[in-house]
Structures are given as structure tokens and as C-alpha cells.
């Protein structure tokens, strides 16, 4: 807004009329996103995007999974929310730690039903 010297009251009905014509839409937090035309993005929680990684890449049990740095450049995200991602799938077992600065593996692999 500052840059293009707009209220957010300007803004904000901009992004309602562009979401009536289906380019942008709502994402949490109040903010908005603009939709690429062709773009389908993935609306599942991060955790279960990164769970899906066990069993599109094969990965057995004891495998190393990948780190929060290279997911999060694979996700798009910053590195504390892929962190946060991790921690609940190691809460559910589907990942092991083995301490700080240690490599995750997988501990068990997850079947699409037992997260849906």
C-alpha cells in the first residue's frame, strides 16, 4: 500500500472485486493472495504435504528424510513452520529424531487413509 500510496480501504475492495472475478482469493491471517492463472496450489496442512514425501519418494523405514532447510525451499515456507510441521508428524510416529543437529528418519509409513 505503501508503495503504490493506497489506503488499505482501497486495497481491500480492489482484492474484493478481484475475488468476484475469481484472481485472487482470502488466505488466513486477513490477507490475500493473487491467483496465477493455470497455478493450483495445494490447501492441505504442511504436515500432511510432508507426509505425503514417505510415500511418493518410496522411503522405507529408517530412511533419512529431507532436512527443514530443503523442505522449506520446497514448500515455499519458512523454516520454523516446516519445524512445526515436523514436530507433530514425529507426535504421531511418522518420524524419529535423534536429537538436535541428528538427521530424521522415518519411523513408520503412513497410509493416505490413517490422515485423512
Do not use: N
Amino acid at each position: 500500500m505503501r508503495e503504490y500510496k493506497i489506503s488499505r480501504g482501497v486495497a481491500l475492495r480492489a482484492f474484493g472485486v478481484l475475488h468476484q472475478i475469481g484472481v485472487a482469493e482470502p488466505v488466513p491471517g486477513g490477507r490475500w493472495r493473487v491467483v496465477r492463472v493455470g497455478e493450483r496450489a495445494d490447501r492441505r496442512p504442511l504436515e500432511d504435504r510432508i507426509a505425503d514425501i514417505v510415500m511418493d519418494e518410496g522411503l522405507e523405514v529408517g530412511a533419512a528424510f529431507p532436512s527443514a532447510s530443503v523442505l522449506a525451499e520446497r514448500f515455499g515456507v519458512s523454516r520454523p513452520t516446516v519445524t512445526k510441521a515436523l514436530d507433530k508428524l514425529e507426535a504421531a510416529g511418522v518420524l524419529a529424531s535423534a536429537g538436535q543437529g541428528r538427521v530424521r528418519t522415518v519411523r513408520s509409513v503412513p497410509t493416505r487413509e490413517e490422515r485423512s
